[in-house]
């Protein structure tokens, strides 16, 4: 049912795109600003290698090349780099995944949930209750 009314929906009031402006930029600044401190120090203090698979990049693929925090803690960044290593963008993805896997309860090795062990034994008494009869 196409009409005159097809096309995209405008917004109910006119959108400040000034006020838009600044806070994408602001946003664009303090992500910049983020990303400056470990990884452009990450980037000095390892090669830029893909600490997984090996790939290896250069100026040109360099933004493919994520600084991973082996902890798994973003505020952890000692200036030696020993909670960084660089990893390629598939690998740094893979890597997050299997430790949400983990967290979570899956087995990462076999893709399983991973299940407690039973700690009820049914037949503890058989014996007892087979002389009953």
């Known amino acids: 049912m196409a009409g005159k009314n097809s096309g995209p ?5 006119e959108l ?17 600003s983020r990303l400056a401190g470990y990884r452009e120090q990450s980037l000095r203090i390892h090669p830029w290698v893909c600490g997984r698979c090996g790939r290896t990049f250069t100026r040109e693929n360099l933004h493919e090349l994520t600084v991973h925090h082996k902890d798994h803690n973003h505020d952890n960044n000692p200036s030696d780099g020993s909670n960084w290593e660089n990893l390629c963008l598939y690998c ?14 899956y087995d990462v090795s076999i893709g399983v949930e991973k299940q407690a062990s039973a700690t009820h034994n049914p037949f503890a008494n058989l014996k007892d209750m087979l002389k009953d009869k």
């Open 9 to 13: 929906r405008k917004p109910a009031g």
């Open 16 to 32: 400040d795109s000034k006020k838009l402006d600044n806070i994408v930029a602001r946003a664009h600044k303090e992500r910049d």
């Open 92 to 105: 740094h993805d893979n890597e997050h995944q299997r430790f949400a896997h983990l967290v979570r309860g």
